[in-house]
């Protein structure tokens, strides 16, 4: 049983109506800059929006790998494109949102064509090493790209305005501007995975062969899939070249790409809420460890692997487990 | 004389030395229900999977409505109105049995790549889908997930997505496969009220829904057509006797 399908169950046994935990999720986000607004300082709204910006490219990830069981190693290479769409363009003076937004998406969803093209022709094993050949492309391009910094990286002068006016620069602003993409995010992608088109990818999750006897050309809807998720951590990438008014080719490493995937895994499979649970649980743990060891991974390591071990579904399900164990005790 | 539905014409399909469809030559008439039997490995299933695309001959020709459909990729020819069931279930385990059917309802009616709008809440998908969920007396599990469905419970869900397609021509992988007496006795109750609708290909062991059901019966051997004919004739048959029904009778 796919782990949406026991998550929702589990979730209507306790009576709680499915939109209960996103609803939370969200209402929590919304209101965390009122409280760094009384205790001060813009630690805890940067912290938020990097979570939300990998959050999206998570929810886009979970898409590909919990709703069509497409392991994609190469996602980062998408968040790297649209990174990069921002910080080439503002080096040639177009500072407008307005360009580079579009810009961001258009080229990362083109590449997510032009490789899915080929990815989607292989399955299981070999897909996940071919986005991750793809992925590696894109971060060998990156780093040799002298004129915008190869290796080192690219410095943006100013974050983008938008039609003119410099609204991303307050750093509340852009919080909230990340808060509605990742919400726009969100919705999108429950309204696509219950859609007529979601339906026939989740069918083909489980049997690709039985969906395409149906009467579906199963590749048609993969590649679209793809796109869509690629387009979606292009708009990531957007946002993190002007979260961090910088760029660099480590945003589209392998490394990164297998952050992501354990994002998704560690909240929960297939669920989208679980990914961004899982971007949460990932930044502030890395946040907060990284404080006291430089060698934080030793920590995190060994909890993922009992988490991958012990509960299958994530920390969503390991949390609807624990309480459903609650109420009949 | 009318136009055959589906013609197999000389086809050819070896896996290495083995030889399992030899110059295969076979007419299915509008509304026919015709039989294919044979033993073990006699190249049954190898013959539906040609038909329906999943595998490619060697050579020869099949002509659908007179068309040459060879090279077509499974899900066009399912859109043409080719329908399969298969021998091992391959439902959907995750999505209930009203998803399962109303996925097929999908794939005939209007496009799939709306990206918006809840698949799971139109009636125009769910009726269609609890009719096709009733012609097989399913429609009381329609919210049950297949994966969960008992054995026959899952072989009348392959004949309910099938039926949902609308299909010309139904090619049936042997529906009975691992049934009950009973559950048997019920998919020969609905293949029989359904016959007539649209031609089938039935690919079974079980000869008492054979001789049940079918129009004409055609024998396969080593990938060849030993006897074709009416229930009557190939039963007669010494050769048929004698290479597989001798021992099924008996």
New interface residues.
């Given amino acids: 049983m796919p782990a949406s399908l026991a998550a929702s169950r589990i979730r209507r046994r306790e009576g709680l109506p499915a939109a209960t935990l996103p609803a939370g999720i969200f209402l929590v986000l919304a209101l965390l800059p009122t409280v760094t607004w009384i205790t001060g300082g813009s630690y805890l709204i940067s912290v938020g929006s990097r979570v939300m910006i990998f959050a999206i490219a998570a929810v886009a990830l979970d898409l590909l790998v919990g709703y069509a069981a497409l392991i994609s190693f190469g996602h980062a290479a998408f968040i790297g494109l649209g990174a990069y769409a921002v910080g080439i363009l503002s080096a040639y003076g177009c500072t407008d949102a307005l360009v580079s937004l579009p810009v961001a998406l258009a080229v990362s969803a083109a590449y997510a064509f032009l490789t899915g093209l080929v990815c989607l022709r292989t399955k299981g094993v070999y897909f996940i090493m071919i986005t991750l050949a793809f992925g590696q492309m894109a971060f060998f391009t990156a780093s040799s790209l002298a004129p915008f910094g190869g290796d080192d990286g690219l410095t943006i002068a100013a974050r983008n305005t938008f039609a003119g006016f410099p609204v991303l620069r307050n750093e509340r602003v852009f919080y909230y501007i990340v808060f509605f993409c990742l919400l726009g995010t969100y919705l999108f992608c429950r309204a696509l995975v219950a859609s007529r088109f979601g339906r026939v990818v989740r069918g083909a999750k489980e049997n690709p062969i039985r969906v395409s006897t149906l009467g579906f050309d199963v590749y048609r809807f993969q590649l679209a899939t793809y796109v869509i998720a690629g387009a979606l951590a292009g708009l990531s990438g957007f946002l993190l070249a002007n979260a961090a008014e910088f760029v660099s080719p480590a945003y589209m490493s392998w490394q990164r790409s297998g952050e992501l995937i354990v994002m998704v895994l560690l909240g929960g499979l297939g669920s989208l809420d679980g990914a961004v649970i899982g971007a949460a649980v990932y930044l502030l743990t890395e946040e907060w460890l990284s404080a006291f060891t430089e060698n934080w991974k030793v920590i995190f390591g060994p909890v993922l692997v009992l988490i991958v071990l012990f509960a299958r579904g994530g920390l969503l399900g390991l949390t609807s487990a624990l309480a459903r164990r609650i109420m009949r005790a | 004389m009318p136009e055959p539905v589906l013609r197999l014409e000389k086809l050819r399909k070896s896996f290495g030395a083995l030889l399992v469809t030899d110059d295969l030559t076979l007419d299915v008439m509008p509304r026919e229900l015709h039989a294919v039997i044979g033993p073990n490995g006699a190249g049954k299933t190898t013959l539906i999977n040609q038909i329906?695309g999943?595998i490619a001959p060697d050579s020869g020709s099949i002509l659908f409505h007179g068309h040459d459909i060879i090279g077509m990729?499974?899900?066009?020819r399912?859109?043409l109105g080719l329908?399969?069931s298969?021998q091992v279930s391959?439902?959907?385990?995750?999505?209930s049995a009203l998803?399962n059917v109303?996925?097929?309802v999908?794939?005939?009616s209007?496009?799939?790549?709306?990206?918006?709008?809840?698949?799971?809440e139109?009636a125009g998908l769910n009726e269609p889908a609890m009719a096709a969920l009733g012609d097989v007396g399913l429609a009381e599990r329609a919210q049950v997930?297949a994966?969960e469905l008992a054995h026959g419970e899952k072989r009348a869900l392959e004949l309910a997505?099938a039926l949902a397609?609308r299909p010309k021509i139904l090619l049936l992988d042997e529906p009975m496969a691992g049934t009950g007496r009973e559950e048997t006795a019920r998919l020969i109750a609905v293949l029989r009220r359904l016959k007539g609708r649209f031609s089938v290909v039935l690919v079974e062991h079980d000869m008492t829904a054979v001789f049940a059901l079918a129009d004409r019966i055609s024998v396969l051997l080593y990938g060849r057509i030993l006897a074709s004919g009416t229930a009557a004739a190939v039963r007669a048959d010494a050769r048929v006797v004698a290479a597989y029904l001798g021992e099924e009778m008996e």
């Fill in positions: 329906s999943l990729p499974v899900d066009a399912a859109r329908a399969r298969f391959s439902v959907l385990p995750g999505f998803e109303a996925l097929a999908q794939s005939r209007g496009s799939s790549l709306r990206l918006f709008g809840r698949a799971a139109e997930p994966g997505i397609m």
